[in-house]
């Protein structure tokens, strides 16, 4: 691998970008504004006030997804999963 490859690669890991692109994207697709833009710049608003503790972080899920999510793993609505069903459902 060419040293320059490497510094980009190190880069990318250090500032965590994949992550946050990653996640970036995952909102927009989840909330799909109609000014993605200025979502995007209120989100990453967010993000550095919270990372100043002046403000909350910026999750992707509510209560409403994960009791949505459970309810799909849950399938004959026993209340409970079991810790094979969690795992996969925190994987994806």
Known sequence: MAAGEEQSREYLRRH???????????????HRPERPREFLIQVLERVKAGRRAEGEYPFLMDEANVEAMFSLLDVLGRGYIRPEQYREGAST
């Open 16 to 30: 965590r970008l994949p992550e946050l692109l990653h996640r970036l994207g995952a909102l927009l697709l989840f």
